[in-house]
Structure formats: C-alpha cells, structure tokens
C-alpha cells in the first residue's frame, strides 16, 4: 500500500486517482500509524511554503517520515513535497526537512520573457535515477512552481528555465519530484509506476 500524506496540502485526489490507474493500491492519510504501515510513502504539497511545514510539524508527520526513512522505506515528494525535503527556502524563509542538503531558491527573471511561475510543460534530461527507468531521450512533464531547487549532488534530472535548475532529487530512499507526475501524461504514469516497482 502506498500513503499519500494528506496535511492539509495539495490536490490529493488527481495524485490518488493517477496511482490507482497504474495499480496502485493508495491510501490517502494524516494518520500516523496508516503511515507507519504503508510500504511506500508520496509527500504532496501546493501552495505556500511555510503554512505546509508549520500543518507537517503540527502533526508530527515529519517525524513519522524521517522514523519510516530510517527504515528504508521508499519516500516520493512532489512539487512544494520535494523543497519541503530540502535544507531551507527563500519562500518565507523557513528551514525545511534537511533531507536534501540544498536550499531551495526564488526565481529571478532575467529577462521580459521571463514569466514566474513557471508553469506548463517543460522537458527533463540528464535523469539519473530508478524514477526514471526506460528513459532514452528528453521527455516533457508537467511544472508549476515560483521557486527552484538549484542543482547539485542529488539532482537526479534537470531542466532549463531562466537557467538549469533540479527537475528531480535522489538519495538513498528518497526520491523527489519539482514536477507533477501525476499531470504529466504517459511520462507521469512511467515515473508513478517506477516507483510502485521500486
């Protein structure tokens, strides 16, 4: 069973309808002990940075991930779940799960063009992870976000808007997405099923 957490963040039901096509069986949950029971483990989130850490601190839920990680379960975190992971954002200002040691940073525009958010679809390359088996050249996926992960030690893909910045994040068990798997067609479908097959 795979537990999408659900602390109050996030289009929960596009995620858990997207996992059931591919035969997952999901449970979408606050429920610390449901958690606890699940074989693997997807951290959602839109919306802003510091009211999503301030509801998964509220309910301990950081905690059960870090205790469930600890156990090499594998763990998903999608869009504002993937900077949740890391060490601290720009957004607010506001120290995050340190999972990742990277900081998540604001888009700049550079120029006119220059929208922010980025949003709409886009394509990854350079993937360097189990997320992404069977890939063998750029596909395009779905993004919407005002804030970047820059890349680094864990970048696991890339993409280019403004300038590079961390599509993707692996290390260990944890596994992260800035995109959203789950909006992202038949590329989204190949990604949610990898991690089932983990």
Same mark, same amino acid.
């Given at each position: ?43 959602? &989130?839109?919306?802003?940075? &510091? ?25 998903? &975190? ?7 992971? %890391?060490? $601290? ?8 799960? /340190? ?22 679809? /886009?394509?990854?390359?350079?993937? /360097? ?22 890349? %680094? ?9 403004? $300038? ?32 089932? /097959?983990?």
């Amino acid at each position: 069973m795979i537990a999408i957490v659900d602390y109050g963040v996030g289009n929960l039901f596009s995620l858990s309808r997207s996992l059931a096509y591919v035969g997952a069986d999901v449970c979408v949950t606050g429920d610390r002990e449901k958690i606890k029971r699940a074989e693997k483990i997807i951290l959602p &989130g839109v919306g802003a940075f &510091g009211d999503a850490i301030n509801k998964l601190r509220a309910a301990c839920l950081d905690e059960v991930l870090v205790s469930e990680a600890k156990k090499g379960k594998p763990i998903l &975190g999608i869009c504002l779940g993937m900077q949740l992971m %890391c060490r $601290h954002s720009e957004e607010g200002e506001v120290d995050c799960l /340190n999972i990742f040691d990277v900081d998540v940073k604001r888009f700049v525009p550079q120029k006119h063009e220059d929208k922010v958010p980025h949003m709409g679809w /886009n394509t990854i390359g350079k993937t /360097n992870s189990k997320l992404f088996e069977g890939f063998t050249e750029e596909e395009f996926v779905y993004f919407v976000h005002s804030f970047y992960v820059p890349t %680094c030690d864990f970048t696991a893909a890339t993409t280019d808007y403004i $300038h590079p910045f961390s599509a993707a994040l692996h290390k260990d068990n944890f596994y992260a997405t800035q995109f959203h798997p789950e909006k992202s067609g038949k590329t989204g479908e190949k990604i949610l099923t990898n991690f089932l /097959n983990l």
